[in-house]
């Protein structure tokens, strides 16, 4: 997997115990606000979550006009071992 440059990450815990994490490459490429890169692939999703129990998990890979990974986004359930 290729290594994100200056990636930027955030997350939390949300009610369910569910976490959330996004992490995001802070590409110095990118230009300015007005620059809209083009994707050359759609984005990786796995999505088998359950809101109402909290099982399962939802997983998205975005990528940037040259196919490389430009964002993980993850949410699942925290599993809590006693």
Do not use: W
């Not at 099982?55 to 006009?65: D, E, K, T």
């Amino acid at each position: 997997m290729p290594q994100f440059y200056l990636p930027s990450g955030q997350g939390g815990i949300l009610p369910n115990n569910l976490v959330y994490y996004h992490i995001k490459t802070t590409n110095s490429l990118k230009r300015d606000a007005s620059y809209s890169e083009f994707k050359n692939r759609p984005d990786l999703v796995c999505d088998n979550l359950d809101m109402s129990t909290g099982n399962g998990h939802y997983i998205r890979f975005a990528f940037n006009s040259i196919g490389l990974i430009d964002s993980i986004t993850y949410m699942g359930h925290e599993e809590v071992i006693l």
